[in-house]
């Protein structure tokens, strides 16, 4: 059913499409006017929590001016990662760059939304909020001289609700990577969200149907680490939105089906100074600077610690297997795609890495957050990193492997929790309180899965034993 559009008070509302409001730079006054002008009837007050998931605060006209001047409070006792019943009041502290209308309304009313820092009563930053943390180490990059940029591809698939609304594992599409219709029968979707993530401001480059069936990719312009770890948010929400509101389920979790390629969060970054990508030298070998190999270095040094906070859930190690395209061995490369760290071709202001590990589970702004202190931790100790490796590693021999030098990632949630917790750089990156929060919540995350009857044990043992 389509949304429907209530009357204001002097008649129609003035219309959501064909107009993107920039507020970079906007006041108190200025939100407040456009919320006027646009007849917005709530403002949601979005942010996330320490597992990646988006919550938010929704507030009527008359809480709007308390909203923009940050005294909103609400119990984060129950907010997964937040803090426990005796300690519970948050304050949302609005970030107003990041106000926008939504593009489109429903039964109840038009729609904007301002994503939050979370404080604590007294106005300090809160230890466990994901954004001041990301916040944190791009202040340790300026301190530095750099700004981090970076893009990610997040990877979804598309599938059918039943009768009743409920998921199922149907895929609406049989399509294939770049496929048309009539294969590609998710067309319309992907255009209606591009419509959506353009009139949130994105600026959209393309968008695609991927290799496995009911897969997508659209892409969008690579920015400074805050904004696209706030567009990550916002995609997210937008992607599921526009599925769920025209009767399908968008899933954002990184292998749904067994013997089809995973769904990754591939992200390209770099490092600017001065205006001037600091990962290029054009007279260097590979025309990568000191920089560039030295942050390359780092994150290969780190992968396997920040590997809990990049691939999150226990269905994040399905993906990370030999045979579908995902990286499973800790190595760089200037030409193939089966190690970690890809350079694409592109150089000048466009010269970046390519990390693939990561899938869209991930809590956007812990994710680029390891990142960079993983990067910026290569940068401080002048690491070298060993020769790319332009063979394909799927093919090579575990000899071979040793003579490269090349490690594996974690096989598991609960291998990759314990070399998170083992790498100092990393949980000092994010701090005791998310460390302690986050660990506890994913090995109770293990526990669970592993006391689970599968249906692969069932079919292997019923009959044999």
């Known amino acids: 059913m389509p949304p429907k559009t209530r009357p204001g008070p002097t008649g129609e509302k003035p219309p959501l499409r064909g107009r993107v409001i920039d507020t970079k730079g906007a006041t108190k006054a200025d939100i407040l ?67 926008k209308v939504l593009p489109y309304e429903d039964e109840g009313g038009r729609v904007a939304r301002i994503i939050c820092d979370i404080l604590v009563p007294d106005g300090s930053p809160f ?67 591009i419509e959506d993530l353009v009139h949130m401001g994105f600026e959209v480059e393309a968008g695609h149907h991927e290799v496995a069936v009911g897969q997508h990719e659209i892409d969008f312009k690579y920015a400074d680490a805050l904004e696209t770890a706030d567009n990550i948010a916002t995609f997210r929400f937008v992607v599921r939105n526009v599925a769920y509101r025209h009767g399908f389920l968008a899933t954002f979790m990184p292998k749904p089906i067994f013997g089809q390629n995973g769904s990754g969060m591939h992200t390209h970054q770099s ?25 390359i270095a780092g994150l290969l040094d780190h992968a396997r610690g920040f590997c809990a906070i990049t691939n999150p ?33 592109r150089r000048g202001q466009g ?60 096989r598991d949630l609960h291998e990759a929790l314990d070399q998170f917790e083992k790498d100092k750089v990393i949980t000092e990156t994010l701090g005791p309180h998310i460390v302690e929060r986050f660990v506890e919540a994913k090995r109770q995350e293990w526990l669970d899965y592993s006391a689970q009857v599968h249906r692969w044990e069932i079919d292997r043992y019923l009959g044999r034993y």
């Open 33 to 99: 006017k456009i919320c006027k002008d646009m007849q917005v009837d709530f403002l949601r007050l979005q942010f996330s929590d320490v597992t990646g998931v988006n919550k938010n605060v929704e507030v009527p006209q008359s809480q709007f001016e308390k909203a923009v001047a940050g005294e909103i409070m609400f119990d984060g006792s129950s907010i997964e990662g937040f803090v426990r019943i005796e300690e519970s009041d948050m304050l949302l502290r609005p970030d107003l760059d990041t106000f």
């Open 351 to 410: 010269t970046r890495c390519e990390l693939r590990m990561p899938d869209p589970a991930a809590n956007s702004y812990l994710a680029l957050a390891v990142m960079l202190a993983a990067g910026l931790d290569g940068i401080e100790r002048k690491l070298t990193p060993s020769d790319p490796v332009n063979k394909n590693i799927f093919t090579m021999s575990e000899r071979e492997k040793r003579r490269y030098k090349i490690t594996e990632l974690p």
């Open 313 to 345: 859930l226990v269905n994040s190690y399905k993906r990370l297997v030999p045979g579908y395209e995902a990286p499973t061995n800790v190595a760089w490369s200037m030409r193939n795609r089966s190690p970690l760290i890809r350079i694409p071709e």
């Open 271 to 295: 490092l600017f100074k001065g205006g001037k990508n600091a990962f290029y030298d054009e007279k260097a070998e590979w025309q990568i600077s000191r920089v560039g190999l030295q942050y």
């Open 127 to 193: 230890a466990g909020c994901p954004r001041l943390t990301l916040k944190r180490q791009i202040d340790r990059a300026k301190k530095l001289g750099y700004q981090m940029m970076a893009g990610c591809e997040a990877e979804f698939f598309i599938f059918v609700l039943d009768e009743n609304g409920d998921p199922t594992l149907t895929t609406h599409d049989t399509g294939g990577y770049f496929d048309l219709a009539p294969v590609d029968k998710a067309e319309p979707i992907r255009r209606l969200i």
